[in-house]
Nanobody
Framework: QAQLMESGGGSVQAGGSLRLSCAAS????????IAWFRQVPGKEREGIAA???????TYYIDSVQGRFTISQDSANTVSLQMNTLEPEDTGMYYC??????????????????????WGQGTQVTVSS
């Protein structure tokens, strides 16, 4: 399994921006889905964005489409640029990788099962 580490979380006012990074150690992304999940206390972890590293196809849930951008920055780094942040974006953000897929990356609720490697998470807090 890949060792993943997130960075870039913090506190920001509504309308602001943050950039999260996910770095893999001892592993390079090839034909993998790399996803960002968001979790708030008492709720299920939700996959909000994903990228297929063989070709760069991206996936977003509706609530972040047009505001967030997932990209692969290097062979072992994926980032999530978050713009126009809203208080509802507050939560713990996790990076996750699957074991290699045929090109479809799962996002949304009840999809955590599709990903086998997880980072420790980074907190994002958006104040109104």
């Amino acid at each position: 399994q890949a060792q993943l580490m997130e960075s870039g979380g913090g506190s920001v006012q509504a309308g602001g921006s943050l950039r999260l990074s996910c770095a893999a150690s001892g592993f390079t992304f090839s034909s993998n889905c790399i996803a960002w999940f968001r979790q708030v206390p008492g709720k299920e972890r939700e996959g909000i964005a994903a990228i297929y590293t063989n070709g760069g196809r991206t996936y977003y849930i509706d609530s972040v489409q047009g505001r967030f951008t997932i990209s692969q920055d290097s062979a072992n780094t994926v980032s999530l640029q978050m713009n126009t942040l809203e208080p509802e974006d507050t939560g713990m953000y996790y990076c996750a990788a699957d074991r290699g897929s045929g090109g479809y990356c799962y996002t949304g609720l009840r999809v955590a099962f599709a990903y086998s490697s997880w980072g420790q998470g980074t907190q994002v807090t958006v104040s109104s």
